[in-house]
């Protein structure tokens, strides 16, 4: 794993590229069989850098560290990973098809690796780290070679729940990145997003704005290239929510969605960034 800082301590901006950009191998042969914790090591695989096989300079979370399986692998595949955005578990558990396939998942936004499993109808479930008894459980169907973003996110008091991104959205053109949001902190009310690389955000209109918790925006395009990002209560540009300084940059092409996830503690979020179809990272508040 690289250091997310430069040797002179200044922090590294993520890369996110193109769906595909400079991958020399296939998606990694992980099934969803198996138990992520009990597997003993030389059954494990760890998808931590997925700049080989997704073309990715990002992250991936615990969620990395899954069972490998025996037998044939399916040509009818599909693949999945997880965000985990919940704001009552530290960490947290997620099952595919009855067994545990991310042990450990962190909150604050961190995001898994990618899994891979049969395609068809599968149950989906969210337990607290260790625990056997499941919190939420949905059956989703997956069809064969989609991929699917899943982000764990809501209450207990109010209520959990997945939001499924189904990765099918076209490229964008030659020079230009596709951006949306998916606001998951239900703390927070409306906000704007700012995607600039201006210092002021004075007269600026913003990049998108979330309305609520559990809206997922429409898709808005830039230009390639590397972007500050800002987010401030709606309706107010001097009420910093959020800020990524060292900028995180959009290859040409690419597909991606803002999580805003809440923080473990206080009531600052973080943002994960999810690329379709590639890899992840997630920025850390500069505020607090």
């Given at each position: 794993?690289?250091?997310?800082?430069?040797?002179?301590?200044?922090?590294?901006?993520?890369?996110?590229?193109?769906?595909?950009?400079?991958?020399?191998?296939?998606?990694?042969?992980?099934?969803?069989?198996?138990?992520?914790?009990?597997?003993?090591?030389?059954?494990?695989?760890?998808?931590?850098?997925?700049?080989?096989?997704?073309?990715?300079?990002?992250?991936?979370?615990?969620?990395?560290?899954?069972?490998?399986?025996?037998?044939?692998?399916?040509?009818?595949?599909?693949?999945?990973?997880?965000?985990?955005?919940?704001?009552?578990?530290?960490?947290?558990?997620?099952?595919?098809?009855?067994?545990?396939?991310?042990?450990?998942?962190?909150?604050?936004?961190?995001?898994?690796?990618?899994?891979?499993?049969?395609?068809?109808?599968?149950?989906?479930?969210?337990?607290?780290?260790?625990?056997?008894?499941?919190?939420?459980?949905?059956?989703r169907s997956l069809d064969t070679?989609?991929?699917?973003?899943?982000?764990?996110?809501?209450?207990?008091?109010?209520?959990?729940?997945?939001?499924?991104?189904?990765?099918?959205?076209?490229?964008?053109?030659?020079?230009?990145?596709?951006?949306?949001?998916?606001?998951?902190?239900?703390s927070i009310g409306a906000v704007n997003v700012y995607v600039t690389?201006?210092?002021?955000?004075?007269?600026?209109?913003?990049?998108?704005?979330?309305?609520?918790?559990?809206?997922?925006?429409?898709?808005?395009?830039?230009?390639?290239?590397?972007?500050?990002?800002?987010?401030?209560?709606?309706?107010?540009?001097?009420?910093?929510?959020?800020?990524?300084?060292?900028?995180?940059?959009?290859?040409?092409?690419?597909?991606?969605?803002?999580?805003?996830?809440?923080?473990?503690?206080?009531?600052?979020?973080?943002?994960?960034?999810?690329?379709?179809?590639?890899?992840?990272?997630?920025?850390?508040?500069?505020?607090?």
């Amino acid at each position: 794993m690289h250091s997310p800082h430069d040797p002179q301590g200044r922090r590294r901006a993520p890369v996110i590229v193109a769906p595909g950009s400079n991958a020399t191998s296939a998606a990694p042969q992980v099934r969803y069989s198996g138990d992520a914790a009990a597997a003993p090591p030389s059954r494990r695989r760890f998808l931590g850098q997925l700049t080989t096989a997704f073309g990715i300079a990002g992250t991936a979370g615990a969620g990395g560290l899954l069972a490998g399986c025996g037998g044939g692998v399916s040509d009818e595949l599909a693949y999945l990973r997880f965000c985990h955005t919940g704001v009552d578990d530290a960490s947290a558990d997620f099952w595919v098809a009855g067994s545990r396939v991310v042990a450990g998942l962190a909150d604050g936004g961190t995001v898994g690796g990618w899994l891979e499993g049969e395609a068809g109808s599968v149950s989906l479930a969210w337990h607290a780290a260790g625990s056997s008894t499941a919190r939420l459980t949905e059956t989703r169907s997956l069809d064969t070679d989609s991929y699917t973003s899943v982000i764990a996110w809501g209450t207990l008091a109010s209520s959990l729940k997945f939001r499924y991104l189904a990765e099918t959205n076209s490229a964008a053109s030659s020079g230009s990145v596709k951006l949306r949001g998916f606001h998951a902190a239900p703390s927070i009310g409306a906000v704007n997003v700012y995607v600039t690389n201006t210092s002021s955000l004075d007269g600026l209109d913003p990049t998108f704005t979330l309305s609520a918790a559990g809206t997922l925006g429409d898709f808005v395009t830039l230009s390639s290239g590397t972007w500050r990002v800002r987010v401030t209560n709606s309706g107010d540009s001097s009420s910093l929510l959020f800020d990524y300084s060292g900028g995180v940059t959009l290859g040409s092409t690419a597909v991606v969605t803002l999580v805003l996830s809440p923080r473990a503690s206080g009531s600052l979020p973080n943002v994960a960034l999810l690329a379709e179809k590639s890899g992840s990272a997630l920025l850390g508040n500069e505020l607090v």
